[in-house]
């Protein structure tokens, strides 16, 4: 069944933790976060928000941007992420408070990869120039393993097709591998293409913190994590 499930969130409580913290009022909390996220995609520029993590308190709310391009998303003086907390204050009706996390490895991170291949079949890049290079930049960062799957209209062929590319080794099964995924659309001239990667980054070892960007679920496996690769 590792084939079939979400790698995250079958991993969940194991060795990866939730994007958000809260209880109660789980409707208007999930709809309220949807919101968040969908605000910040479009707000900053596209293509370099990896993931975003919501916080809550009773009258708080902070929300943690990683991303590949920090100086982005604060802007001049601090002024693009003032804007951004003070539209979501406004939607929210509460306090916000944004924290910023850099991603060091933007070639290890399926999000930024998936977006960035979507960002190159809507130039009109071809796809498989795209994926390869994609593909060679994370082997160069020592990922294990990395798969793309990309499916539509590719080329602008009549028919509609899949494709898959890989190299080096994903374990969907184990449940210690650290695999990261993503799923993002590109919509070109042609219609919708669709574009899934996978990068296994190691197999975790020990104890981990599962949610390091919630403070409220800093819940531990242990004091450390280790990446082992088999030779």
């Known amino acids: ?17 939730w994007q958000s913290s809260w209880c109660n009022n789980y409707k208007d909390r999930i709809q309220e976060d949807f919101k968040v996220r969908r605000y910040i995609e479009a ?5 370099i928000v990896s993931r975003i993590f919501i916080e809550r308190t009773l009258k708080f709310i902070t929300i943690t941007i990683r ?22 204050k406004k939607l929210t ?10 991603v060091k490895r933007p070639e290890l991170d399926a999000p930024l990869v998936a977006k960035g291949i979507v960002r190159q079949l809507e130039n ?43 190299e080096g ?14 799923m993002s659309v590109a919509n070109t001239v042609y219609g919708s293409i669709g574009i899934k990667v996978w990068i296994m980054k190691g197999e975790v070892y020990g104890k981990r913190e599962l949610s390091p ?3 409220m679920q800093k ?3 242990g004091n450390k994590a280790t990446h082992r690769k088999k030779k």
């Open 1 to 17: 069944m590792g084939q079939k499930t979400n790698p995250i969130v079958n991993r969940l409580g194991i060795i990866t933790g």
């Open 67 to 88: 991303t590949s391009r920090p100086a982005l998303v604060i802007g001049k003086g601090g002024d693009e992420v003032d804007t951004v907390r003070k539209e979501l």
């Open 169 to 182: 080794r994903i374990s969907l099964g184990t449940f210690r591998a650290d695999v990261d995924y993503h």
């Open 124 to 166: 009109r890049i071809s796809y498989k120039k795209a994926i390869k290079l994609s593909i060679l930049s994370a082997m160069r960062m020592n990922a294990q393993g990395i798969r793309i799957q990309i499916s539509g209209r590719l080329n602008g062929s009549e028919m509609a097709r899949c494709e898959t590319y890989k």
């Open 93 to 102: 009706k509460k306090e916000v408070q944004i924290n910023i996390s850099e």
């Open 219 to 221: 819940k531990q496996r």
């Open 213 to 215: 960007f919630l403070g």
């Open 43 to 47: 707000r900053l520029p596209k293509g």
